[in-house]
């Protein structure tokens, strides 16, 4: 976590057995989860990011598969129920778990709408089994593995393309017919892509969806250099947006707006480069 920027303050770490782990902050039952999410909902600002990762176990089928907690479980729609608060944040969901498939698009039906990513490390109700995928996520998040385009971040959808290719090799090399194959959603129709990429119907918000903290390298930033920054930020996810979205729009109107932001870009990363040499 300290390798993306993260404080102890800004990571809630839940566990079934609160003696597991020195760090855990709650116990993993419907209680422990309702009082963490709604410490982080007074804490949070409008505009910040909050990446939820299940691991454990699941099980069931569809509408009635369940993330398995000490205690009553809970199906994906009486999970999305408890992120009601985080109206003006963006949210990510990695359920890594068995049997995640239900949940996964039961909770991605419920929390439907912009600034919204759910991975599912399965893509039917038959695949039941302890997935890999976990395994191969961290992975990919461990000294950065995943960042396939070097620039020191790593996206969300780098680090689930990482994890589902080596999950593909593991089972090929294993000469092993694959029990998993995990899916993104990132444009709320809760239809799971096995292929997300910018540009198609999933994977432009998965693209611009960083895992490291977003006041990461921010350290020594004059005010003017990290308003500008923030700045240069917004205007790189509203052209990716943008681009997912090109389809929606006549072609002259599209490659107008497209060009007002762009402009708008490199003006702000003028200054904010200018700014540095002042």
Known sequence: ARDYGYSSAAIEL???DKNADSRT??????????????????????GDQLAVFLLGHGTGADEE?????????LTGAEFARLFDAFTQQDLIFVNTTSA?????????????????????ATRSSSEKFDPYFSRYFIEGLSERRADRDKNSRVSLLEAFNYAKNNVEEFYEESGRLAAEHAGLDDNGDALFALSPAPGQGDGSLAEIAFIDASDAGETGLSATRLALKRRMQTLERSVLLLRGRKAEFLEDDYWAQLET????LANTTEEFTREASE
């Not at 902050?25 to 709604?38: F, K, Q, V, Y």
């Not at 598969?65 to 479980?73: E, S």
């Not at 995640?100 to 599912?120: D, H, N, Q």
């Not at 932001?261 to 708008?264: E, K, M, Q, R, S």
């Open 100 to 120: 995640s498939y239900g949940f996964s698009t039961a909770l991605a039906r419920e929390i439907a709408g912009e600034g919204r990513i759910v991975v599912s």
């Open 65 to 73: 598969a369940k993330f398995n907690l000490r205690g009553p479980d």
């Open 261 to 264: 932001l762009l402009v708008d």
């Open 25 to 46: 902050d709650a116990i993993a039952d419907r209680e422990g989860i309702s009082a963490s999410l709604a410490d982080l909902s007074n804490r949070m600002n409008a």
């Open 14 to 16: 839940l566990f079934g």
